[in-house]
């Protein structure tokens, strides 16, 4: 397990949190194949108000990232969700977001801007992430997870410094692992 520190995101949003920010413990936890439990199935309605699963990529690496469009470190970590997401599409793997404490129309201007394409859940309700408390629960926004083609959690990431190659080889570790 790497631990790297970091500052993450709580309480902000646009539905009228009172905002602030605290401390995240910034690891990335990695959990062996022996030792992996089932994530949650992530529903809810997507960014256009169409109801979303995700049974639909039941066989697939799915890698699902906890964020707001009003959250610092997520803004900052969005341009390497893309570029990984873009990198692996044709590899297996899915990305999906879960938003928390915005609305619609600012997540999809800011996935406009960045060029964001895989869908997000919104879940004000925290309802989807919550489901991983069984597993490993998300600590800060933003938390990815990293969900291997068994449907299992494999890699928990809380870093407000997540980069395209740590992503990526994270993947790596998974899929490798899934043949």
């Known amino acids: 397990m790497a631990l790297v520190l970091v500052a993450g995101c709580s309480g902000a949003g646009n539905r009228g949190s009172t905002g602030g920010y605290v401390t ?6 990695k959990v062996d194949e022996a030792d992996r ?6 529903e809810g309605e997507d960014l ?3 109801p979303f699963t995700s049974k639909t990529y039941a066989g697939k690496t799915i890698v699902v990232n906890v964020w707001g469009s009003w959250c610092p470190p997520c803004r900052k970590e969005a341009p390497a969700l893309k570029l990984v997401a873009d990198e692996y599409a044709d590899k297996g793997v899915q990305f999906m977001g879960i938003l928390v404490r915005d609305d619609a129309a600012s997540a999809k201007a800011f ?16 309802r ?6 069984s597993s490993l629960p998300a600590q800060a926004i933003p938390t990815t ?7 299992r959690v494999a890699v928990r990431i809380v870093s407000e410094n997540l980069t395209a190659s740590t992503l990526s080889g994270l993947i790596d570790d998974v899929l490798a692992g899934d043949k």
């Open 128 to 133: 989807n992430s919550l489901g991983f408390a």
């Open 145 to 151: 997870w990293i969900i291997d083609s068994q449907g």
């Open 24 to 29: 995240a413990n910034g690891q990335i936890t």
């Open 111 to 126: 996935n406009r801007k960045v060029g964001i394409s895989y869908p997000s859940i919104d879940d004000y309700s925290n």
């Open 48 to 50: 256009e108000g169409r």
């Open 37 to 42: 439990k089932p994530a949650p199935t992530l």
